[in-house]
């Protein structure tokens, strides 16, 4: 990783991954602001389970997460390219959706 220095010069960057680094699974994100910060929430929905937990929270400010989306938008165009195209919903589901998607109610179990 490059970064500019106060000079203009670029400098690298060593990465240092601890040992005990784990990795967070999540497959939903909830995304906020404030006048100053970006928050991430980043959550697991799992089926048959009505609960969605939050797994990590990410606060950034606006400058930070504008080039984050600049980055992912980058690293998934060089995904698609090697790997194809990802197939996404037309519209994705609300986390309600998600949620609550098989419970039914009594008015529907009428009508078949």
Sequence with gaps: MQAKNPQGKKRQLRLEIPANLSATYSNSVVISQNKNEIIFDFIQVMPNDPRARIQERIVMT?????VFLRTLNETIVRFEE????????ARPQSLADQLFNSVRNDEEEDDE
Excluded at 82 to 87: L, V
């Design 82 to 89: 090697n790997n194809g195209e990802i197939n996404v919903p």
């Design 62 to 66: 606006p400058a930070h997460a504008k």
